[in-house]
């Protein structure tokens, strides 16, 4: 019998189950099936016997593994760039960055963007988030930003909308290139 048997469960409590199982067809082919049973009844009430119905849901897993294997990639893509990379939601606070950020700001996930590089109690001047925010364009500029240790670094910044399935700008992400070396 199956771990977690959904026809057993439905002999046991008289309640309709459903579950995921990997079952093997004539063939040998494994396939990940949904499983939904639901109990039959004689006219005195009683179960005597669980209808079984299952749905082939493997093109629905595999697009869950593709999805999985695409989203580590990316989020080893963000974490690797040789540049910094924080999103910011509508009301500038940084709701993710990426390792070269955190090492040299710190982990600021909930902070306000120009408190955590600026030193600021409100936005910049000129600020590229609120621009985008704005307009849903790129934006980029030249500025001066403060790590955490107090040294202050020449960037390059640029900012790009994150939208949501009707268009909407939902979040910024910003990314900066420390250019302090070439000035010099």
Not at 6 to 11: A, E, I, L, P, Q
Not at 46 to 56: K, P, Q
Request: charged residues 30%.
């Amino acid at each position: 019998m199956c771990p977690n048997c959904c026809v057993k469960r439905t002999f046991e409590d008289g309640q309709m189950h459903q579950g995921e199982e990997v079952i093997k067809k004539p063939d040998g082919t494994l396939i990940d099936v949904m499983v939904y049973t639901s109990p039959v009844h004689n006219e005195e009430g009683e179960i005597i016997a669980v209808m079984e119905m299952f749905s082939d849901i493997g093109e629905v897993k595999n697009l869950q593994r593709k999805l999985e294997k695409s989203q580590l990639e990316y989020k080893r893509f963000f974490d690797v760039v040789p540049c910094y990379i924080s999103i910011q939601d509508r009301d500038f606070r940084i709701i993710q960055a990426n390792n070269l950020f955190r090492r040299d700001f710190g982990d600021h996930v909930g902070d306000y963007c120009y408190s955590v590089y600026k030193g600021r109690e409100t936005v910049c001047p000129g600020c590229c988030v609120e621009a985008t925010f704005s307009d849903g364009r790129v934006h980029s500029r030249e500025e001066i930003v403060e790590t955490k240790d107090r040294r202050q670094r020449n960037v390059i910044t640029y900012t790009s909308p994150i939208r949501d399935k009707e268009g909407r700008v939902v979040a910024v992400m910003e990314m900066f290139t420390d250019i302090t070396e070439v000035k010099r």
